[in-house]
């Protein structure tokens, strides 16, 4: 993966600058932690990585930064549904400009805030009112926290998914462990099919595993890495790869991207989470490398 070039706009904070890669507002963390990247569009955690480590994720070097295409890698967020429950397909978070509500730094790391509220063009896609909020906790890991309050007068329904591409230096011989005993395959018509709790990617996997632990780990023998993904306020795991076949029909992704990347996703798969006006639900993942656990 080739490092973006960006557009130092100005300084926010001791940590933390205000870029542009082409049309796209993205902030730069180099913090003695930890270094980051989070696109403004989409509230996208772009890149994350331990001192003196590689990204835990991947970006795509075909992703599009017109600010109207949802970038191809990170931690895209999907809300208020996930995958093609409505349209646009995985919500229109992902495509809207989120705005900068906070910034802190610490000795261990940086916490910034983005939020989004509804607006016309929302309402008109999902006609409620809401205000979103994610965090970014940024220290030898990567806390990603999307909480959603209902504004409006009434009760709402909502599903989602933080869709983490994790970065591995070769998919076909990494594995994901900790998924439970079934899931749903979107290859066979979201058909249940028995789980071994482990699966590979030899081949393409679309995944929807509803009895996933918390706790999940990917190894990623090529890259001598393991990776923790810790999911809270999911109902579900979502595992992702999409082969080379899929790889060649994105524009947004080289042909042999699906080698260096594999999704395991925080999910509420169907929106069938309800909030009640005034109240909150969070959903989040903490990403982190089995190295900084401790």
């Not at 591995?168 to 395959?185: F, P, R, T």
């Amino acid at each position: 993966m080739t490092s973006p070039t960006l557009l130092v706009e100005r300084q926010l904070s001791a940590s933390v600058d205000l870029c542009y890669r082409q049309s796209v507002p993205i902030l730069r963390v180099t913090h003695p932690a930890c270094s980051a990247t989070i696109s403004l569009f989409g509230g996208h955690l772009i890149t994350f990585a331990p001192a003196g480590e590689k990204s835990l994720t991947w970006m795509s070097d075909n992703a599009i930064y017109d600010a109207n295409t949802p970038l191809r890698g990170g931690v895209p967020i999907c809300w208020p549904w996930f995958g093609h429950t409505g349209q646009p397909s995985h919500g229109f978070a992902r495509r809207q400009m989120w705005q900068l509500a906070n910034i802190e730094e610490t000795a261990k790391g940086v916490t910034i805030q983005l939020q989004l509220s509804d607006s016309d063009a929302s309402r008109a896609l999902w006609p409620h009112c809401f205000q979103a909020t994610v965090t970014f906790t940024l220290t030898h890991h990567a806390d990603i926290a999307l909480t959603v309050t209902n504004t409006d007068q009434h009760p709402w329904t909502m599903g989602g998914a933080l869709h983490s591409y994790l970065a591995v230096e070769d998919s076909e011989q990494a594995n994901v462990e900790g998924l439970g005993c079934q899931y749903l395959d979107n290859f066979a018509a979201g058909n249940a099919v028995p789980a071994t709790g482990k699966v590979t990617f030899e081949e393409p996997v679309d995944r929807i595993y509803t009895g996933a632990n918390d706790t999940l780990t990917l190894t990623d023998p090529v890259g001598n890495r393991r990776l923790k993904v810790n999911n809270q306020g999911a109902t579900s795991a979502v595992v992702w790869n999409p082969g080379q076949a899929a790889s060649i029909q994105m524009a947004d992704m080289d042909d042999n991207g699906y080698l260096k990347f594999v999704c395991v996703e925080a999910a509420i798969e169907q929106p069938t989470q309800v909030v009640h006006p005034g109240q909150s639900y969070t959903l989040a993942t903490r990403l982190m490398d089995e190295r900084h656990s401790s």
